[in-house]
Structures are given as structure tokens and as C-alpha cells.
């Protein structure tokens, strides 16, 4: 079973930077999908960015040109960049990996939590202004 392991999350001033990891453990797949999902207080979780095995990566509209996404497939590690965070960016912050035919990177927008297969316990991100 994959496992997901989250960290890289804390408290920051708007304007302010953090790079989040998730360390990607057990059984690798041909194809798949790896995204980052979050969901703040009283909201439903929504997706971020997200990568497949392609290479290919996209992101919401809400973070265009300020996060990044990547991954290091030697290390099994995910990485989520963010630069110039916002207080709306506060929420908790969650990694998770599901077949590549669901990944928006091939399907725009769809950001569907239903589609993903493995979670990780999430990192919290607090953006003060």
C-alpha cells in the first residue's frame, strides 16, 4: 500500500515562502497521478496543484504563477513551492496519489478527492497578514 507523509507546513507572514514535502513510500505504479489538495476551516477540500508520471503539471487558478510543483522521482518525494502566500492560502495542506486517466493534467479541472486512491495526514500552512 502507498503511503504519503507530509511536512514543510508552519506559520508565515503574506508574502512569505514555504516549500512543503511528501515522501511517497511502497508499491510504485507505470502511470499515476500525485497532487496537493488542501481545505481550510469550514471548507471543502480543494485541489492545488498536481503532477503526473507524463511530467506534466497544473495548477488551480488561484495559485497560477506562485506555487510549484515537482517531484524528485529518484528521492520518491513531492514537492509543493509556494512564494508570495496570501492569508487565504491558510488551510491544511495534503498530499495524494491516484491513476493518471484522472489526473487534471489530462483532464482540466478535475479536481474530483473521490478519484484519489492514497492521503496523507496533512501539514497545517497559517499565512498571517
Known amino acids: 500500500q502507498v503511503r504519503l507523509a507530509e511536512s514543510g507546513g508552519g506559520s508565515v507572514q503574506a508574502g512569505g515562502s514555504l516549500r512543503l514535502s511528501c515522501v511517497a513510500s511502497?508499491?510504485?505504479?507505470?502511470?499515476?497521478?500525485m497532487g496537493w489538495f488542501r481545505q481550510g476551516t469550514s471548507k471543502e477540500r480543494e485541489g492545488v496543484a498536481a503532477?503526473?508520471?507524463?511530467?506534466?503539471?497544473t495548477y488551480t487558478d488561484s495559485v497560477k504563477g506562485r506555487f510549484t510543483i515537482s517531484k524528485d522521482n529518484a528521492k520518491n518525494i513531492l514537492y509543493l513551492k509556494m512564494n508570495s502566500l496570501k492569508p487565504e492560502d491558510t488551510a491544511k495542506y495534503y498530499c495524494?496519489?491516484?491513476?493518471?486517466?484522472?489526473?487534471?493534467?489530462?483532464?482540466?479541472?478535475?479536481?474530483?478527492?473521490?478519484?484519489?486512491?492514497?492521503w496523507g495526514q496533512g501539514t497545517q500552512v497559517t499565512v498571517s497578514s
Open positions: 495524494a496519489q491516484g491513476p493518471a486517466d484522472s489526473c487534471p493534467t489530462v483532464r482540466p479541472g478535475a479536481w474530483d478527492v473521490d478519484e484519489y486512491n492514497y
Open positions: 511502497g508499491p510504485t505504479y507505470r502511470s499515476y497521478c
Open positions: 503532477w503526473d508520471s507524463e511530467g506534466s503539471v
